[in-house]
């Protein structure tokens, strides 16, 4: 039985408020870390371990009450001036964060928590008598450096303008250097050694593994499904969504009367006028609360960002970097389950560009860069499409570079490195299993991480692109559609059936002259401006009889392949409310929509459609199935 019976509710709205504010004392405690001196930083992090502690005793979680109130009065310390703020002190006001993280897992479970880490406590409370901790050099990585001043202006700015044009594709070809490599060069013994300092502990801390129980990790996951039914919403967009909702009561009350005229024999043109007039009021109250109902879903993609600050940081300093990690666009709005959604490929990507793209400092002296890294975390919307932008300002990755690896891994042939540009050599690192690192630590080197963040961006109907310069950085760019609920479709035929493909992939559209398909390879091709294409047919993708050739041809694009997709006719372009399959999906299908006429159409997976081609005849029974049954 749950230690918290008859609580539920009050426990889930403290943890909801509660790891808000620990992730803004996490980010509070970044920025404390390059201006210990300020008072408002040190307030503002007393006045949120209160917060939480008030809130633990009120839920008899003594434990939490203990670390949260030892913590407390540790920043009251620092705040009247009776402390200084080292950089061994903030690493244990960090273990002690993260121990209150860990409660929250063991909350989220419906149990109290267990005691925080021996070590943190008698760290806190020595603190407090005045022992202040010492570092630890045989354990510790050396520290980034987190309290030195910022450095002067312009020196340790990288150009964003030239990333940013690189995202664009407006700069030249980049040079394909030796040097541009995707991690450290681990085979070198300094890197070795570090490496091997990564393993070990902090010299106060824990890792999460080293928990009586494995509780923690489980427990968080536990706790954020719990949440994900949940969702703030302003309550102007209520007040707006109920307010058209009233209008739109009005508006039936109209109609229905008109219903009584006309069936009454009142057809005189004024009666029919007033039913044209409240048909089309109708149709623009129900599309303006369709739109009200989209944005309660929309969530500023902030709440995402402020948790990765305090990773960037940990993982810098386990490194033995200096890494700043810069934010913008916090306010942009995007899907709520689809932030839920991109948390582990952006955290995937922010520990990629912290572990492979930026260089250690003297590294970066060494090249005339600032001793400080800089990686920048953007999001901004551009017309129906959210842009993330993850940039760094370090080594850069050479596409010859990886090519290679690629082989030398039997991820490719040789024959096929030779047929790739500058963009398909560097999206290589996509392939499952592909990694640079000649030696492997719990931070990076088994072949795992990107391949499920280009997994997971694909699974949110985006894409992943990747701009690189060797020596310079690193840009990717991540594009999704503005919402998961509403997705831009076009509507193709075979024969008279509609199929429902994303708009997103469509690059273009073409009559299919027979005369001018090729066979290459045993598989027919069609050369459009200069670039040969495969034409597949959709009745055979999906295992159809095919009747007669296809006439028309989609130029689609997913991030693996280009293509002609061969149809029989269109049926227009159409903004589809996705509706999902629970019980039932056939492979090869995203989803349902209903069309104006009540027709539903299936909306295909064109991914797991190409991935699965070859077993297209028992997917296609599916499919017929599932759409005549």
Same mark, same amino acid.
């Not at 964060?97 to 943190?120: I, K, S």
């Given at each position: 039985?749950?230690?918290?019976?008859?609580?539920?509710?009050?426990?889930?709205?403290?943890?909801?408020?509660?790891?808000?504010?620990?992730?803004?004392?996490?980010?509070?405690?970044?920025?404390?870390?390059?201006?210990?001196?300020?008072?408002?930083?040190?307030?503002?992090?007393?006045?949120?371990?209160?917060?939480?502690?008030?809130?633990?005793?009120?839920?008899?979680?003594? !434990?939490?009450?203990?670390?949260?109130?030892?913590?407390?009065?540790?920043?009251?310390?620092?705040?009247?001036?009776?402390?200084?703020?080292?950089?061994?002190?903030?690493?244990?006001?960090?273990?002690?964060?993260?121990?209150?993280?860990?409660?929250?897992?063991?909350?989220?479970?419906?149990?109290?928590?267990?005691?925080?880490?021996?070590?943190?406590?008698?760290?806190?409370?020595?603190?407090?008598?005045?022992?202040?901790?010492?570092?630890?050099?045989?354990?510790?990585?050396?520290?980034?450096?987190?309290?030195?001043?910022?450095?002067?202006?312009?020196?340790?700015?990288?150009?964003?303008?030239?990333?940013?044009?690189?995202?664009?594709?407006?700069?030249?070809?980049?040079?394909?250097?030796?040097?541009?490599?995707?991690?450290?060069?681990?085979?070198?013994?300094?890197?070795?050694?570090?490496?091997?300092?990564?393993?070990?502990?902090?010299?106060?801390?824990?890792?999460?593994? +080293?928990?009586?129980?494995?509780?923690?990790?489980?427990?968080?996951?536990?706790?954020?499904?719990?949440?994900?039914?949940?969702?703030?919403?302003?309550?102007?967009?209520?007040?707006?969504?109920?307010?058209?909702?009233? !209008?739109?009561?009005?508006?039936?009350?109209?109609?229905? *009367?008109?219903?009584?005229?006309?069936?009454?024999?009142?057809?005189?043109?004024?009666?029919?006028?007033?039913?044209?007039?409240?048909?089309?009021?109708? +149709?623009?109250?129900?599309?303006?609360?369709?739109?009200?109902?989209?944005?309660?879903?929309?969530?500023?993609?902030?709440?995402?960002?402020?948790?990765?600050?305090?990773? &960037?940081?940990?993982?810098?300093?386990?490194?033995?970097? +200096?890494?700043?990690?810069?934010?913008?666009?916090?306010?942009?709005?995007?899907?709520?389950?689809?932030?839920?959604?991109?948390?582990? =490929?952006?955290?995937? @990507?922010?520990?990629?560009?912290?572990?492979?793209?930026?260089?250690?400092? !003297?590294?970066?002296?060494?090249?005339?860069?600032?001793?400080?890294?800089?990686?920048?975390?953007?999001?901004?919307?551009?017309?129906?499409? $959210?842009?993330?932008?993850?940039?760094?300002?370090?080594?850069?990755?050479?596409?010859?570079?990886?090519?290679?690896?690629?082989?030398?891994?039997?991820?490719?042939?040789?024959? !096929?490195?030779?047929?790739?540009?500058?963009?398909?050599?560097?999206?290589?690192?996509?392939?499952?299993?592909?990694?640079?690192?000649?030696?492997?630590?719990?931070?990076?080197?088994?072949?795992?991480?990107?391949?499920?963040?280009?997994?997971? $961006?694909?699974?949110?109907?985006?894409?992943?692109?990747?701009? *690189?310069?060797?020596?310079?950085?690193? %840009?990717?760019? $991540?594009?999704?559609?503005?919402?998961?609920?509403?997705? =831009? %479709? @076009?509507?193709? @035929?075979?024969?008279?059936?509609?199929?429902?493909?994303?708009?997103?992939?469509?690059?273009?559209?073409?009559?299919?002259?027979?005369?001018?398909?090729?066979? %290459?390879?045993?598989?027919?091709?069609?050369?459009?401006?200069?670039?040969?294409?495969?034409?597949? *047919?959709?009745?055979?993708? @999906?295992?159809?009889?095919?009747?007669?050739?296809?006439?028309?041809?989609?130029?689609?694009?997913?991030?693996?392949?280009?293509?002609?997709?061969?149809?029989?006719?269109?049926?227009?372009?159409?903004?589809?409310?996705?509706?999902?399959?629970?019980?039932?999906?056939?492979?090869?299908?995203?989803?349902?929509?209903?069309?104006?006429?009540?027709? $539903?159409?299936?909306?295909? +997976?064109?991914?797991?459609?190409?991935?699965?081609?070859?077993?297209? &005849?028992?997917?296609?029974?599916?499919?017929?199935?599932?759409?005549? *049954?």
């Amino acid at each position: 039985m749950s230690d918290f019976s008859g609580m539920e509710d009050l426990l889930q709205d403290f943890l909801q408020e509660a790891h808000d504010l620990l992730s803004d004392v996490d980010n509070k405690l970044v920025d404390l870390e390059k201006t210990p001196d300020d008072k408002g930083l040190l307030n503002d992090i007393f006045r949120g371990f209160h917060t939480v502690k008030g809130g633990a005793g009120f839920l008899n979680a003594t !434990e939490l009450v203990t670390l949260c109130h030892l913590t407390e009065n540790l920043f009251d310390r620092l705040r009247n001036g009776e402390l200084e703020l080292t950089a061994e002190l903030m690493d244990v006001i960090m273990d002690a964060t993260r121990g209150v993280r860990e409660m929250f897992g063991e909350l989220g479970q419906g149990v109290q928590p267990q005691p925080a880490d021996g070590r943190v406590i008698a760290a806190l409370q020595g603190a407090l008598n005045g022992e202040m901790p010492a570092a630890e050099p045989v354990v510790q990585p050396a520290p980034a450096k987190p309290m030195a001043a910022a450095a002067p202006a312009g020196a340790g700015e990288p150009d964003w303008a030239a990333l940013q044009a690189a995202v664009t594709g407006e700069t030249a070809q980049v040079a394909q250097a030796a040097e541009g490599e995707l991690i450290t060069r681990a085979e070198s013994a300094s890197v070795a050694a570090k490496s091997a300092k990564t393993a070990a502990p902090s010299p106060f801390g824990r890792r999460a593994s +080293d928990r009586p129980s494995a509780q923690g990790a489980s427990s968080r996951r536990a706790e954020e499904r719990g949440r994900e039914n949940t969702i703030r919403v302003d309550t102007s967009r209520l007040d707006q969504v109920l307010n058209l909702s009233g !209008e739109i009561g009005l508006t039936k009350n109209r109609l229905t *009367s008109l219903r009584a005229d006309i069936l009454a024999g009142k057809n005189d043109s004024e009666t029919l006028h007033a039913l044209d007039q409240a048909v089309s009021q109708l +149709d623009l109250l129900v599309s303006d609360l369709q739109n009200s109902v989209m944005k309660t879903r929309m969530q500023p993609i902030g709440r995402l960002f402020q948790k990765y600050p305090r990773i &960037a940081r940990d993982l810098a300093r386990q490194l033995g970097k +200096d890494v700043e990690l810069v934010l913008a666009g916090e306010e942009t709005e995007v899907d709520k389950t689809m932030i839920e959604d991109l948390a582990d =490929p952006l955290i995937h @990507l922010i520990r990629n560009a912290v572990d492979h793209g930026v260089e250690m400092p !003297e590294e970066r002296s060494a090249a005339g860069k600032p001793a400080k890294s800089l990686v920048r975390l953007e999001a901004r919307q551009e017309g129906d499409h $959210i842009v993330l932008i993850i940039a760094d300002d370090g080594r850069g990755m050479s596409a010859e570079r990886i090519r290679a690896k690629a082989v030398d891994k039997g991820l490719i042939s040789e024959e !096929e490195a030779n047929t790739l540009d500058e963009r398909q050599s560097l999206n290589l690192i996509f392939l499952p299993g592909f990694s640079t690192k000649t030696q492997i630590s719990d931070v990076s080197g088994r072949g795992v991480g990107m391949d499920v963040v280009k997994t997971n $961006i694909q699974k949110l109907n985006g894409s992943v692109e990747i701009r *690189s310069e060797p020596g310079k950085g690193s %840009v990717f760019l $991540i594009s999704l559609p503005l919402t998961l609920a509403i997705l =831009p %479709v @076009l509507l193709v @035929l075979l024969g008279d059936q509609p199929f429902a493909l994303p708009l997103s992939l469509v690059r273009e559209i073409l009559p299919i002259d027979q005369q001018r398909i090729q066979e %290459v390879g045993g598989k027919e091709t069609l050369v459009v401006r200069g670039e040969v294409l495969p034409v597949i *047919s959709l009745a055979k993708l @999906l295992g159809w009889e095919i009747v007669r050739p296809p006439e028309y041809g989609v130029f689609m694009q997913t991030a693996e392949r280009s293509f002609i997709l061969g149809v029989d006719s269109f049926a227009g372009r159409d903004d589809a409310v996705i509706k999902s399959l629970e019980d039932f999906r056939p492979k090869g299908v995203a989803g349902v929509t209903t069309l104006s006429n009540g027709q $539903i159409v299936l909306i295909l +997976d064109m991914k797991e459609l190409l991935a699965d081609y070859g077993q297209h &005849a028992e997917m296609g029974t599916a499919i017929r199935n599932f759409e005549f *049954s």
